[in-house]
Structure formats: structure tokens, C-alpha cells
T-cell receptor
């Protein structure tokens, strides 16, 4: 079974630009959640999608948005990039059972904003 | 904000020794998961323990959960150099949604 695939692996963007990151979950998994990892703040939850619906959202500004497609693949978009958005962005795939199941992570996308 | 605190923040031991990492959290949980991360790469899932479980084993890993103390521990027995990594606990706190709240992690170094 293929794991969670995130593309691209690395990105360099300029302040003010926007960026779209992609995540393909494990086959059969309907939940995709996104996390930001920085040295200062650690791992922080961005949002979770289940069957194309956002079920939960973290405490991030509206510049961070996402969506999920009918095949469960998800995209995350960050608009008007700031230097502080430089981070490792990780997505996690799970079955989405209401009482929680294992969440499996991709290798991440390393975003650098210059 | 972080749900959990991990202790110690860094741990250095000799190969073959056992490593114990602790995690404390603040609110009620559905389950608690442990992950390993090597040098800024993706998180590798190690083990999930549910709130009604007290102990789980997987190979050289042993996880305990004490919901009355809101704490968990991860024991790695007979450590190997390849175990060198950062270890995170993550609590799943919301029913009906997948949202993990992570601790700051323990940096484990295994010396040959």
C-alpha cells in the first residue's frame, strides 16, 4: 500500500506570492489533516478535511486555506506569503473514524519564503 | 498552543541501553500517538494507545498511559544507533474529527 505523498518536497517563494501544496492520502483514507512545523512553535494543526468537508480548523489566519477533492486528495494554499510562513508543512492521512485512528504522515513540503 | 509537554527535552544514551521518554497533557483524550522524526523529515507513526488502554507493546517499544495523571511514557529497549531521532507524543482530543495536538518532542541520541 502506497504511503502519503506530498508534492513538491521543496519550495522557495518570495514574500507576497502564493503557494499551493498537494497531499495524496493512503488509498481508502478519507481524512486529510495539515500541520505546520517550525523550530519556534513546533507542530501546529492547520485544518482537517473529511469527505470534502472541513471538519476542524486551527488557529491560523485566513491566508491559509485548503480543500479536498472527491478522490480524497487535498491541497493547501497560502496566499500573500510572509517570511514567518517558512516551515515544514506536513499532511496526515487517516480513516477519519470518529473516535480517532492512526494518522500517517507524508514526508512534508519544505517551504522557504525569501 | 501545545497540549503536551515532553520530558526530557533531550536524552543521550549508549547503544544497548533503554530509553524512556515521558509526555504529559492537559485535557481529556480519545487516544495518544507516538511518532518519530528524523532530521526534519516526515513523522513516522510508532504506536497508538486508546484512552481505555493502559499499556501497549510493539517490538522494542512499550507505551503506557495513565489517564488519571494525564501522562504517557515511551520506552525503547535495547537502543540502536538508528533510533537516534526526535520523538513526539500527540493527543487526539476531539471526537468526530482528526486533530492531533503535539508536544515539543524529545531529541534522543544513541551513542555507539
Amino acid at each position: 500500500k502506497a504511503g502519503v505523498t506530498q508534492t513538491p518536497r521543496y519550495l522557495i517563494k518570495t514574500r507576497g506570492q502564493q503557494v499551493t501544496l498537494s497531499c495524496s492520502p493512503i488509498s481508502g483514507h478519507r481524512s486529510v489533516s495539515w500541520y505546520q512545523q517550525t523550530p519556534g512553535q513546533g507542530l501546529q494543526f492547520l485544518f482537517e478535511y473529511f469527505s470534502e468537508t472541513q471538519r476542524n480548523k486551527g488557529n491560523f489566519p485566513g491566508r491559509f486555506s485548503g480543500r479536498q477533492f472527491s478522490n480524497s486528495r487535498s491541497e493547501m494554499n497560502v496566499s500573500t506569503l510572509e517570511l514567518g510562513d517558512s516551515a515544514l508543512y506536513l499532511c496526515a492521512s487517516s480513516t477519519g473514524h470518529e473516535f480517532g485512528t492512526e494518522a500517517f504522515f507524508g514526508q512534508g513540503t519544505r517551504l522557504t519564503v525569501v | 498552543s501545545q497540549q503536551g509537554e515532553e520530558d526530557p527535552q533531550a536524552l543521550s544514551i549508549q547503544e544497548g541501553e533503554n530509553a524512556t521518554m515521558n509526555c504529559s497533557y492537559k485535557t481529556s483524550i480519545n487516544n495518544l500517538q507516538w511518532y518519530r522524526q528524523n532530521s526534519g523529515r516526515g513523522l513516522v507513526h510508532l504506536i497508538l494507545i486508546r484512552s481505555n488502554e493502559r499499556e501497549k507493546h510493539s517490538g522494542r517499544l512499550r507505551v503506557t498511559l495513565d489517564t488519571s495523571k494525564k501522562s504517557s511514557s515511551l520506552l525503547i529497549t535495547a537502543s540502536r544507533a538508528a533510533d537516534t531521532a526526535s520523538y513526539f507524543c500527540a493527543t487526539d482530543v476531539i471526537q468526530g474529527a482528526q486533530k492531533l495536538v503535539f508536544g515539543q518532542g524529545t531529541r534522543l541520541t544513541i551513542n555507539p
